[in-house]
């Protein structure tokens, strides 16, 4: 059984240019606004054919994990069904900040005991303000963590260079 778990924005989803306009809002038409950014989301070409590529083989589960606003999940999930195709809607996990990830991982841990998780999640924030930061605790928790296997921007952004849609 092969274990993969992806991020979302800026992994398998081209959403930083969607970010740079948000306004603050109040909250309920932020909902509306998120909810329509959401959807409308461009995902990344390649990305996506390595991830239906991974969900049709036999042997492995893939678990989407990203952290946005939970009333975010539908739209979450009809957004990957129509980039994607069918998941099963358990393997999509929404995290209130990116921090807890880490839960999620040690969670999966356990759940897949002996095997490796690989995970592909840029870890990356603030794109839109010109100035890329990372969670640095987390990536440093899947660099550490001997059941992570850890594939990070730089590999990610190698494979979505060019081709965006
Ligand atoms: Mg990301």
Redesign the pocket.
Known sequence: MNVYVF?????ISN?FPSLIDRKKTIPIFRLITETYRVLRLPFFKNMVFIVKNRIKRKNSIVFFLSARHPLLWLPTYLSLIYRIGFINPRNLILVRNTLKKIKVFELLNDMFKNRKIRVI????YNHENGEIKYYEKVISFCVKNKSIIYFDKKVIDKINKDVKR
Not at 7 to 11: L, S, V
Request: net charge negative.
């Open positions: 991020d979302i924005d800026n992994t959403s999640d840029d870890l990356s």
